[in-house]
């Protein structure tokens, strides 16, 4: 049974930080690219960051460019997400998700990703 689990949203002031961590399992993760993609009030989903399977490859959306950093641990069938400099912008619900793109292909539609978390709330204040 596949499982994606993300952690750590929250509250947070603009400017600050904060880390989401997901924990896979029920499939190989090592050979999947994962995502955080995110879903803001009366917008649609988007890709965030991604990394492909080797962590060879990263996305990263121009919103968060230099500010997020995206990172997994195969060991551990964990991928992180890194969020510095965070602005009000960037409040949504958080998903992690994993692409059976056993590739360099970094694939940037939500319709191509396989498996999906239940989403973590981050808030930032302004």
């Known amino acids: ?3 994606v689990v993300e952690s750590g949203g929250g ?14 399992s029920g ?3 090592s050979r999947y690219t994962m995502g955080w993609f995110r879903q803001a009030p009366g917008k649609e989903r ?22 997020f950093t995206i990172s997994r641990d195969n060991g551990k069938n964990t991928v992180d997400l890194q969020m510095n400099g965070l602005k009000f912008e960037d409040t949504a619900v958080y998903y992690c998700a994993a692409d059976e793109s056993y590739s360099e292909l970094l694939r940037i539609r939500s319709g ?13 204040s302004s």
């Open 1 to 3: 049974q596949v499982h």
């Open 11 to 24: 509250l947070v002031q603009a400017g600050g930080s904060l880390r989401l961590s997901c924990a896979a």
């Open 27 to 29: 499939f190989r993760f």
């Open 46 to 67: 988007e890709l965030v960051a991604a990394v492909t399977w080797n962590g060879a490859r990263t996305y990263y959306a121009d919103s968060v460019k230099g500010r």
């Open 112 to 124: 191509d990703y396989d498996y999906w978390g239940q989403g973590t709330q981050v808030t930032v």
